[in-house]
């Protein structure tokens, strides 16, 4: 393998995607509209991000936390404590909110509103842990090429959010050039460049007849600690790639049942997910890993 590891952690909580909030076919239309109506518990998130937190210690991982901003007013304490162990704080959005249509990949709000939103998401976060945040994470992974000019403009450095995959496509262009290792988009869209600064940090997939996603969350869920693994020690040949998860991924808590479209979404979590992180973590023990913001390009 000649490639480094970023181990990425998604800090968002169960409201936050989109079959409850802020897509075009959530239960709320927005996290605000969430917090107006809702009346039972809503933080399932701080007892495994502790939990997420003491594991990275033990296999001595330095980590990227891509944090969804509101999460700073909602959580007292708890992104702080993400950046007392060191490890590297970027934007998953404001509320998590959808920027293209899961269907049509249409913008589903303009430049100026995306970079205005996400603007006051980075100062939120560079208010809490003091240092410049230049990472992005889209959430649930739609981003449109548009979305890295704004990003740019605005001061990041880099995105991490598309995922090169014969099953979907959560983006605006083809990704007929885009491998598992970092690249330079080209202004405007998604497909590989080489006169620009931006770096993207495509995610990690398994490739055999089809190129079966491997960098972690849902499919380490659903599809087993194997295939991920695989899927990582595959795309470390190809060069740099990224492990993902979410805290949510290892709580014991059932979470609400409320949601549109994706009733089987949290089945399989828990200890079992858990084990399945730690396994991957150990086979991949001594492979070179770094948080983003250390990646030679960044510096």
Known sequence: MRGSLSVTVDIEDWYHIPSVCSSPYSVYRSVNEFFQKWEGRYDFLTEPTK????????????????????????????????????HELACHGLHHACKIDPNTKERLMSAEEFEQRTLLAKRILEKTSGERVIGYRAPSAF??????????????????????????????????????????????????????????????????????????????????????????????????????????DISCTKFPSIGNNRPFYWCIKGNLVEGRIRYILKNLNNVEKMCLRDYPEML
């Open 143 to 248: 981003v449109g090429g548009w979305m890295l000019d704004s990003l740019e403009s605005i001061g990041f450095k880099y995105d991490s959010s598309v995922s090169v995959n014969s099953l979907y496509n959560k983006t605006d262009s083809s990704l007929k050039t885009v491998s598992s290792f970092p690249y330079h988009p080209l202004k405007s869209g998604l497909e590989a460049g080489d006169d620009r600064s931006f770096v993207e940090f495509p995610w990690a997939y398994y490739q055999n007849v089809l190129r079966i996603p491997a960098s972690g969350g849902p499919i380490l869920r659903f599809l087993g600690a194997p295939l991920v693994l695989n899927g990582l020690i595959q795309s470390l040949k190809r060069g740099h790639t990224i492990f993902y998860f979410h805290p949510l």
């Open 51 to 86: 939990k997420v937190l003491d594991i990275l210690d033990e296999f001595k991982v330095t980590a990227t936390f891509f944090v969804v901003a509101d999460t700073v007013k909602h959580y007292p304490g708890l992104v702080e404590s993400i950046v007392e162990r060191g």
